[in-house]
């Protein structure tokens, strides 16, 4: 349940992202700040459900490290989409932080779908 709905909660998040920064980039800025508050309370749901899915590992003291990591690359994850949506809405250039936000994503995916068992297969 709480595997559902981290997965659903990110890729809503990616969709958002991705049309907000479509409005910025037409010069839609009304439209795109309203998906960027959208996108902001569904970080909420990630870190919720991403925190639920962390309680699993701890109550099990079992790879810690390992879901550390993916917590923390999860968190940079969206630090790097807020990042970019604030400098796309401005005109600053962004190309760094796509870099941050591409390792980030790797981490997260590589650990979460990779290495880490608790995911659907497990528990849905
Ligand atoms: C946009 C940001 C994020 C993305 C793209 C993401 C992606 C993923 C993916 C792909 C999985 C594997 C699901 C599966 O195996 O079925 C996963 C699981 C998990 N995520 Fe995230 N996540 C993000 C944010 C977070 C945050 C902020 C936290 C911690 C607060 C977190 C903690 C976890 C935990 C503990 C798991 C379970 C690991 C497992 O057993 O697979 N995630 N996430």
Redesign the pocket.
């Known amino acids: 349940m709480t595997?559902h709905l981290?997965?659903t909660s990110?890729v809503l998040?990616f969709i958002l992202f991705g049309l907000a920064l479509m409005f910025y980039k037409q010069g839609k800025n009304k439209p795109a700040k309203i998906l960027q508050m959208i996108l902001r309370l569904d970080y909420l749901l990630?870190?919720y459900s991403?925190?639920d899915?962390?309680m699993y590992?701890f109550q099990q003291s079992f790879m810690l490290g390992e879901?550390i990591v993916?917590?923390l690359a999860?968190?940079w994850?969206?630090a790097a989409m807020e990042m970019i949506a604030g400098k796309y809405s401005k005109g600053k250039p962004v190309m760094g932080v796509w870099v941050q936000f591409a390792i980030a994503?790797l981490i997260?995916?590589v650990l979460?779908?990779g290495r880490?068992?608790?995911?659907?297969h497990?528990m849905s």
């Open positions: 595997t981290h997965i990110w998040a990630i870190l991403g925190g899915l962390i590992y879901v993916k917590g999860g968190i994850v969206i994503v997260v995916l979460g779908f880490l068992p608790f995911g659907l497990f």
